[in-house]
């Protein structure tokens, strides 16, 4: 008998199924207790995951376009190579590239060169005191022609091999002081950024709907007066990167243009609008000097599971801790059996 009260049990066990059963407890102290959890976990989630945090968001990468026109010309009048107008095509070497623009700021005049032979710039490897010092045939790697096998004089005092290259040499420890294309720093450049955030299907670009061909023609951007324009004087943007144009045009130097598109798209459309800034990207060293947008979007953010918890604490305080509890626990769990009746599991 024993036996089969005990296979009746374990079968009630393996078979009965458990629901919830509202007890509502006029007890001032859990229910105070089970506010207060409450609220802490909606200030939480209200405030640091939705506020500060901002957790129900969703972020993705841009996909990016860039293209540049500059404009400008310069006239010039130097000793070496006289009167010359410069032009877009003459001074933005190479017409495309890509994400780039190169802009020619100073030039070494090498004028009349032709095929002939001619000595070699002075160095290391190529001067000499006599022919036996230079092998015919020889292309120094870093040198301008093939020697002759000859030794001739470079200088009074210096002589170096001759070779056979486009002469007279262009020598580039000479450079012109001050840069010959320096007044470069008035050119302008118009740079169109197009940029699409595939998960979210919003695309932009930098020229805003309020810009019309007529303010186009007109402005300049300057970080108070015209944030919003998409034309940029190269002298703005070398004394924005803390530069001097009157220096860096010498030697060159790179300069980066950041477009920052950190759009919340929780806000309209209109509020996701570009941020520019400079900065020298090479070094400046001359001993040490050879010649890189998050968009945010709507995410579900489950709080239902949280607030679930503040039953199952207050329940555990209820039936552990207050002097009640066997009364409490008597009515939380009942067992309905086959014949209607309903029996306390806690006697």
Same mark, same amino acid.
């Given at each position: ?32 207790l089970?506010r ?39 006239l010039?009048n ?6 010359h ?26 004028l ?20 036996s010092?230079?092998? #015919? ?26 070779v ?5 040499? #262009?020598n ?5 002081k ?46 108070k ?26 030697k ?11 759009c919340?798209?929780?806000?309209p459309?209109?509020?996701c ?9 090479d ?43 066997d ?6 769990f ?11 599991l806690?006697?």
């Open positions: 008998m024993g036996c089969k009260n005990c296979c009746s049990i374990c079968l009630q066990c393996l078979f009965g199924y458990e629901t919830n059963v509202m007890l509502v407890i006029n007890n001032k102290g859990v229910g105070a089970f207060l959890i409450q609220f802490l976990i909606i200030a939480y989630v209200a405030v640091y995951v939705c506020w500060v945090q901002r957790a129900y968001q969703d972020t993705d990468s841009v996909i990016s376009s860039v293209s540049t026109k500059v404009k400008g010309n310069i010039t130097s000793s070496a190579a006289g009167v107008v410069w032009d877009v095509p003459e001074y933005v070497i190479p017409p495309q590239g890509e994400n780039t623009f190169f802009v020619l700021t100073n030039v070494i005049p090498t009349g060169q032709r095929q002939s032979k001619c000595p070699e710039i002075p160095s290391e490897v190529t001067k000499c005191e006599s022919d010092d230079c092998k #015919e045939g020889y292309s120094e790697v870093h040198g301008n022609g093939v020697q002759t096998g000859r030794c001739v004089q470079y200088s009074d005092t210096i002589k170096t091999c001759e056979q290259a486009w002469c007279p040499l #262009e580039d420890t000479v450079i012109p001050p840069a010959l294309l320096g007044a470069a720093e008035d050119f302008t450049v118009l740079i169109k950024n197009n940029v699409q955030y595939p998960k979210f299907k919003f695309r932009k670009r930098n020229i805003l709907h309020h810009i019309n061909s007529t303010y186009l023609k007109n402005c300049t951007f300057d970080r007066t015209d944030p919003h324009c998409p034309i940029f004087r190269l002298g703005d943007m070398v004394t924005e990167a803390g530069e001097d144009f009157s220096v860096m045009a010498l060159g130097g790179i300069i980066g243009i950041f477009i920052d598109w950190n919340d798209l929780d806000f459309e209109r509020f609008i570009p941020k520019y800034s400079f900065s020298r990207l070094n400046k060293n001359p001993e040490n000097n050879v010649a890189p947008v998050k968009c945010l979007w709507l995410n579900t953010y489950h709080v239902v599971p949280e607030l679930l918890q503040v039953t199952a604490v207050c329940d555990w305080v209820m039936l552990t801790c207050m002097k009640d509890r009364l409490y626990a008597k009515h939380k009942i067992h309905l059996n086959q014949n209607g009746d309903s029996v306390p806690v006697s």
